[in-house]
């Protein structure tokens, strides 16, 4: 079983920057994991993912080239690291892992199996 838990989520001013942190307990070494959020009334959507080793990542274009995804094995944890935040990033933030050990970074939510309780990211204009 996996546990997950998100933290570093907050109020930031449109151009500024947060960092997102995942926590994970038990078997997340050679697993996928990844980013997804879920703004009010709209469906949950893909941020970024990255493979087990974290030489492999995947972004969604309305992130790329502001949020970078990156994973420390031996502490068993996976960041975002968002810049240049928009009042449209707001959203709640998702961290979720696949259950499958093939460690690739899928950007659809269905390939994943653990999910956690999400961190609120509220972006102002």
């Known amino acids: 079983q996996v546990q997950l838990v998100e933290s570093g989520g907050g109020l930031a001013q449109a151009g500024g920057s947060l960092r997102l942190s995942c926590a994970a307990s038990?078997?997340?070494?050679?697993?996928?994991m990844g980013w997804f959020r879920q703004a009010p009334g709209q469906e949950r959507q893909f941020v970024a993912a990255?493979?087990?080793?974290?030489?492999?990542?995947n972004y969604a274009d309305s992130v790329k080239g502001r949020f970078t995804i990156s994973r420390d094995n031996a502490k068993s944890t996976v960041s975002l690291q968002m810049d240049s935040l928009k009042p449209e990033d707001t959203a709640l933030y998702y961290c979720a892992a696949r259950g499958r050990r093939d460690g690739a970074a899928f950007s659809s939510s269905s390939r994943y199996d653990y999910w956690g309780q999400g961190t609120q990211v509220t972006v102002s204009s």
């Open positions: 038990g078997r997340t070494t050679n697993v996928g």
């Open positions: 990255v493979d087990w080793t974290g030489s492999l990542t």
